[in-house]
């Protein structure tokens, strides 16, 4: 709240107050789902270790853990921005300075799905069954219909922010599937993006700072005034199209490829195939507005007035080549971070079988 509404830009009272009555209300509805959560398992199960919860789940009844979940899907879904309780992200994020954007849409938001992954699919089993259908339902409009919607922005801050709202809708899909690729690729998507949103929105500060705006139409000729950070964004841009190559590329992939194994049947399709074809589209969105926007940005003619820009600061240099080679090396080396997920989500998959 505070750093939104002193130090951000534009209507930054109103984003300060959007986001904090939308994530107030998702933090009071995932108080209830807790402790809801917490009454239903019995005394003599309950304990803080997550393989004895985890245990404890078939002593919840189903109708229970439907309606925990519920309530665990709605707090965590709004805290992550999920369709169509997604409003205040973009706006918050177009608002904020640089490095608070980068804290909220590539660390702070990734809670919300940690909670899901750790907690709500491993205790809450059947809740989970009952509203996978709802949820793939919401994701896709994250996918498909804030897609779109990116692509109309004509400021690069709100592009960035509708497009990390457009992203998480390939996590959750990957948290629906109910598979083990499916839902270690979620995993993986969760960190990729983070590192991948988080570069775009530095870069995006440091045009800021060097034109005065971000307006699309205003801007223009960047690159060569300013190649090292044309290249990282060009690099970001890429990661976050889900290049080969980059690190959002493997965890798409194995969440692509997990939901489509959902219920597959060779004579005809079920919801996760149609949702894995629809999400594929979202592929092409996104190529579209991030291409546009890296075209608007870097390549083009520039005015006389801007022929003074300077490129990246070097003490900024550092932090941006950190970032761009770490979206490199998990893009070669996925197996490096699966390997560390993976166990946790076979447990899981072991434990419902």
Known sequence: FLLIGIWGTGDRQVAAWKITIY????SF??????IMLYRAVPETARSFDFRVLQKSAILIP???????FLLLLLGFGILVSLFPFHTWAPQAYAS???PAAMLHAGVLKKFGLYGLLRLALPLLPAGAQQYNTLLIYLLLGNIIYVGFVTIAQKRL????GYSSVMHMGYIFLGIASGTLVGTTGAAVLIFAHGISIALLFALAGEVRQRTGTLVLADLGGLGKLMPLAGFAFGLA??????LPGFSNFAGEVMVLFGTFRNGANPERFHLYQWATVLALWGVVISAVYMLRAYRAVFMGSMGESRSTITDLRRSLRVPIGLLVAITIWFGFFPQTFVKLVKPTFQSYFAAKQ
Do not use: R, Y
Request: charged content about 5%.
């Open 62 to 68: 189903a109708q229970a853990q439907g309606n925990i």
């Open 237 to 242: 841009a890429f990661a976050s199209i889900g």
């Open 157 to 160: 801050d709100w592009m960035l």
């Open 96 to 98: 904020a300075p640089a």
């Open 29 to 34: 509805i995932l108080l209830l789902g807790l």
């Open 23 to 26: 994530l107030a209300t998702g």
